[in-house]
């Protein structure tokens, strides 16, 4: 078994790998840690006391938007494509 040493290529396409990885889930990550900020901290670091203030509101009536009848529309929608699914699936054998 030959260790061949990796080329320039390798090395950036794994740089490139890895700035892609970052620049994906960057933002999502920071999102995630700043969704558990205190009721008085808005978008920024660094945190403002830890709370689960946003997810105990996330269900509640808003101004903007309905978040709990769209996801109880889309679970009904989620539930009636797997129905159709399984049975085309079944169907076709």
């Known amino acids: ?3 061949d040493k990796r ?3 390798f090395y950036v396409l794994a740089a490139f790998f890895a ?3 970052l ?3 960057g933002p999502l990550s920071a999102i995630l840690i700043l969704s558990f900020q205190g009721e ?5 670091f660094p945190l403002n006391g ?3 203030h946003w997810f105990a509101n996330l269900f509640e009536r808003q101004a903007v938007g309905d ?3 769209s996801f109880k529309r889309s679970f009904i929608l989620g539930l009636m494509v797997m129905i159709v ?6 169907l076709a054998g």
Not at 40 to 44: A, I, K, M, P
Request: charged share 5%; proline share 0%; aromatic share 14%.
């Open 1 to 3: 078994m030959s260790h």
């Open 7 to 9: 080329t320039l290529e």
């Open 19 to 21: 700035l892609f990885v």
């Open 23 to 25: 620049f994906l889930y």
């Open 40 to 44: 008085n901290g808005g978008l920024t």
């Open 50 to 52: 830890v709370s689960l």
């Open 67 to 69: 978040f709990g009848g």
């Open 85 to 90: 699914t399984v049975g085309v699936s079944l």
